[in-house]
């Protein structure tokens, strides 16, 4: 009995321990762009290693007994006649409950570390009132106070391109640039159906709706070009509708802005 | 004319074709319509299963060069709503509910079987329909979930069929539902108890409440689309002053719990088919019927986590991610339960044993990918990518699909009275597994990495990994050949199976194989403990 103890307790922290392993060694993210990125896998790597132990721990289970119980040749009868174990249920009722409320409350944390939770508003000098019904998007992550400076971008999307407006300098751009370590705040409306603004290594996504503008704000951290990807299936060029977003320094983007804006030329 | 309830069966099934010809009339036999359900979806599964290969071959290059664009949009709308609504919710609620039900709960059939003959018979013509609709304008192209303002703008011919196919189909549905709550609640033989039903009665009554609360509001929601199309009415085009988000409400109320329309009634068959391959009783049979009422109760309250990333208030997100989150809860439960079954049995690996454990081994997998797809912060990096592609394949496919397998092999003696072989059953099972395992889990990466969903083109980056997947998926098409083989093989040359070739204790293996038209010569029989395996009382049976 002890001994059969021992090899449980054996193939549990074996268990753990690869899941564990390869939870800190295998990753399966794209590079970390923003300020989000790193929490996301923060949660990401808390959930994978999780998952990784409950589904390692079922399949050995299920694999074990089909080994172990078999039905040998020349075995006539049943299995014992267990129906059921009260205490047994109730274990796996209770804990698989407080994981999944914990996982629940961590990813709150996470979420609101990423500034899901807060109030939407979109710092815009050029909007003429704050009535304007702001319909749902990401806030900014909450640690990135220190942020002071604050591009405001206006986004429309159409089949099957992507415009960024820059109101400060009065001119369209088909690629997002912007500067490293600042805040970007994006207004986002579509044209015609419904599409999204996704940049993987951002870990940022918010559907842009016909009607109804939404709002994303993110605070790139690595100098880049990265791409931006329709996700939301909007005609048979869906797959084409891309455009990119480079991230540089702060010289680099006031050179790009005043080779851009038309202001200064109109000065 | 005089209606005798008494008579029904007998004087009508006298007037019924016999033979194989009886499949193609329209039959009032449950055993026979079930048949129909059961190879009317196949059929459609192999359809839609065309169209899944259409998709692997054309994502095997980066271009999009194997068809046009706007044909590979039609493709993957037609392959999502063959998939869901002419092959798995027909044949795991229809087919093997019709067959079972009515022995299960001791009835000569189900309550209403007129209107259950035309639940069935709507169900071929609106499929061909759907089908049709390629030939004419070519088939609807705005994904299954047929989101405005692209399913009103794009052309109307091929949207108005898929939405009348669709429609026809939830009624059918609806009336299928319907006739499962009424026998299983009205229909029992005298003595039997709720608590002493197989468990597939209950998946198939949670099931039916989830199918007559919520298919009703897909089909409301899909007039009003409809009206939008051809009437130019304004309920979701935002042009006209529509809101396109209380279309993805509307459409998910319906549409998060057709995922438990799919995947209920597979947890109440592999709960048939495991107690009787490992010779032991179904492990905590109260907390099963409990899990699956609670399922049916979070199911119906969980439809906003698809649109995390669409205009959802931070409140909104943070409540349908605590309800999701806790499914993994009675869910959990039920593969605890069937771990427990196993364990301690006298199993026979076979073909219905070996695709019943791949599923409890896939869904595992889904499910942990769905508690961390709840996740809001979580979901708005992988939304609408193929990480969420090969989440809910692994739920339908690895899940139910497999679950349809098992049971073929499991009930086919029943039905035919011959045996399958199980060479070719662990062929098929292994050259499945393989193939779905290959095509699906490197999708995962696929997604984290920056590959969205309902592409026809993508980086050059992502190459070698979907050809890794459409590799598996063309083991996955490989894998139908030595099952058909099989069948008609077995079909033909079967050996004779007796009538209880597996010794089960279930009611409808208490009759002869394949049973008579009234289910049972004489009375039906009692049967208080279909799980009774490893007791005395039960073993002098």
Known sequence: MISKNLYLILIISAVFAISFWIGF???????????NAPIYDELFKILFIIGLIIFIGMTIAVIYSLFKFRKRKDQLGDGIALEGNLSLEIIWTVIPSIIVLIIGLYSYNIYDRMGGMK???????MMATNTEKIWAGISQASNSEFVSNNLSVEVSAMQFAFLFNYPKGEFISGELHVPVDQKVSMKMESKDVIHAFWVPEFRIKQDIIPGQPTILNFTPTKVGKYPIICAELCGPYHGGMRASIIVEEESDYKDWFNKNTKTEVSL | MTISIDSQGSDTNSLQPKGWLRYLSFSLD???IGIQYLVCGFLFYLIGGTLASAIRIELASPMSDFMPRDVYNQVLTLHGTIMIFLWIVPVVNGAFGNYLIPFYVGARDMAFPRLNAVAFWLIPPSGLMLVASYFIEGAAQ????AYPPLSITTPQSGQIIWIMSVLLLGGSSIFGGINFIATIIKLRRPGLKLMQLPMYCWAMLGTSLLVVLSTPVLAGTLILLSFDIVAHTG????VLGGNVVVYQHLFWFYSHPAVYIMVLPAFGLVSEILPVHSRKPLFGYTTMVFSIMGIVVLGLVVWAHHMFTSGTPPWMRLFFTIATAFIAVPTGIKFFNWVATLWGGKISINSAMLFSCGFIVNFVFGGITGVALAQVPF???VHDTYFVVAHFHYIVYGGTVFIIF???YHWFPKVTGKLMSEKLGILHFAITFIGFNLCFAPQHWLGLNGMPRRVAEYDPQF?????????????MAISTIPFLVNIFLSIKNGKDSGDNPWNALTPEWLTSSPPPVENWEGEAPLVKEPYGYGKPITQEN
């Open chain 2, 142 to 145: 705005a994904g299954w979930t």
């Open chain 2, 30 to 32: 449950h055993k026979v």
């Open chain 2, 406 to 408: 098992s049971s073929i």
């Open chain 2, 463 to 475: 190459q070698f990994v979907n050809q890794i997947s459409s590799i598996g998926a063309l083991l």
């Open chain 1, 119 to 125: 109030e939407l508003n979109h710092s815009h000098e």
């Open chain 1, 25 to 35: 060694n295998v990753n399966l993210l794209p590079a970390e762009a923003s300020i």
């Open chain 2, 235 to 238: 309920f979701f085009n935002p």
């Open chain 2, 379 to 381: 979901d708005i990096h």
